[in-house]
Nanobody, 120 residues
Framework: QVQLVESGGGLVQAGGSLRLSCAAS????????MGWFRQAPGKERELVAS????????YYGDSVKGRFTISRDNAKNTVYLQMNTLKPEDTAVYYC?????????????WGKGTLVTVSS
């Protein structure tokens, strides 16, 4: 069992930056692919970024490429999402997830989410 707790969300102006963190419990953190998903009001949950178990490979959604960076520290059981040049369309609840496949259905564990609001 893995418990995930996100932090770092908040209100920021367009063009600003935020860094999300996700702390995981348990000793199996390094065995999971980690991902950040987001869900805006009235929209489906979408994958923002994912990172492999050792951190050697990452994936980014087209809308965030070049602006967001995912990283992980297996010694600290933590995954991060650095978000730069934020846009109003980035406003959403951001969820951290752990699992075997970086898709909405392939993740086994989910955090409760942290709200990011980007004002224009």
């Amino acid at each position: 069992q893995v418990q995930l707790v996100e932090s770092g969300g908040g209100l920021v102006q367009a063009g600003g930056s935020l860094r999300l963190s996700c702390a995981a419990s348990g000793r199996t953190f390094s065995t999971y692919i980690m991902g950040w998903f987001r869900q805006a009001p009235g929209k489906e949950r979408e994958l923002v970024a994912s990172i492999t178990r050792g951190g050697g490979s990452t994936y980014y959604g087209d809308s965030v490429k070049g602006r967001f960076t995912i990283s992980r520290d297996n010694a600290k059981n933590t995954v991060y999402l650095q978000m730069n040049t934020l846009k109003p369309e980035d406003t959403a609840v951001y969820y951290c997830a752990a699992g075997a496949v970086a898709t909405t259905g392939g993740m086994h564990y989910w955090g409760k989410g942290t709200l990011v609001t980007v004002s224009s």
